[in-house]
């Protein structure tokens, strides 16, 4: 997390966008023989929204997680907007 909040661009070993999904972006994290992910977006390019997280056991991305992420950023955009 420090890289990505330090680092004017972050490599994308760290943070990666996912194609194809509409704005979502993983953050990349390995605690020793354990990968995790989690879902971000940004807001507007100055503040990144975190959301979901998983363990990654296999090389392909599970949709259900993809689909998930985007239903949350798809409620964060609605609350947020419909209060402006």
Same mark, same amino acid.
């Given at each position: ?7 004017p661009v972050a490599? %994308?070993?760290? *943070?990666?966008? #996912?194609? $194809? ?9 390995? /605690? ?11 807001? %507007?390019?100055? *503040?990144?929204? #975190?959301? $979901? ?9 599970? /949709? ?21």
């Open positions: 997390m420090r890289v990505i909040e330090t680092l490599p %994308e070993v760290y *943070l990666k966008h #996912l194609e $194809n999904a509409d704005g979502l972006f993983e953050v990349r994290v390995q /605690q020793g023989s354990n990968i995790f992910r989690i879902f971000c977006f940004f807001d %507007e390019s100055k *503040l990144i929204i #975190l959301m $979901n997280g998983f363990q990654k056991k296999t090389q392909k991305t599970s /949709q259900n997680e993809i689909a998930k992420a985007l239903k949350i950023k798809n409620e964060y955009e609605q609350e947020k907007y419909s209060n402006a």
